[in-house]
């Protein structure tokens, strides 16, 4: 069976991977950490602020039910993409807005994606995503998986 793989960071991962949970065609998702230059973080440790990683979820899909670019179209959704490491409350590089791409396919499918938002003019302000190929993901500590679900909660806008 073919299996897709995306990554993004869209601000504080619990609300971001229980909106990509509900998308049809979504297998499974991990929350954890990319980007950064410390091997093995953990929450605490990028939470300083100093290990250059982003919060990410990672997901695995079935390019049959759901495409790249609808993923896509539910990152735009769930975050706002003009707040220079922040969302909402969260402040730090950790809350970074970015794609981290897994082929060539997907860094033209995000690039693409981006420049019609910019287009639009949905946004008053430059949207400050970045898109960067995919490093190593590190699976944040088992409390942070599916928090929200284990909690009860409903997603809730994040933006």
Known sequence: MNTGKA???AGCFWGVEAAFRQVEGVRATAV???GGTLEHPSYRDVCTDQTGHAEVVDIEFDPTRVKYEDLLGVFWE???PTQMNRQGPDV???YRSVIFFHSPAQEAAAKDSKK???ESGH???PIVTQ?????QF???EEYHQQYLEKRGLAHCSIK
Request: charged share 20%; hydrophobic share 40%.
């Open 116 to 118: 019609r938002l910019e």
């Open 7 to 9: 990554t993004f960071g």
């Open 131 to 135: 898109i960067v190929p995919a490093g």
């Open 138 to 140: 590190w699976r944040a």
């Open 78 to 80: 769930v975050h706002d």
């Open 123 to 125: 946004y008053q302000r």
């Open 32 to 34: 954890g950490f990319m």
């Open 92 to 94: 730090g590089t950790q």
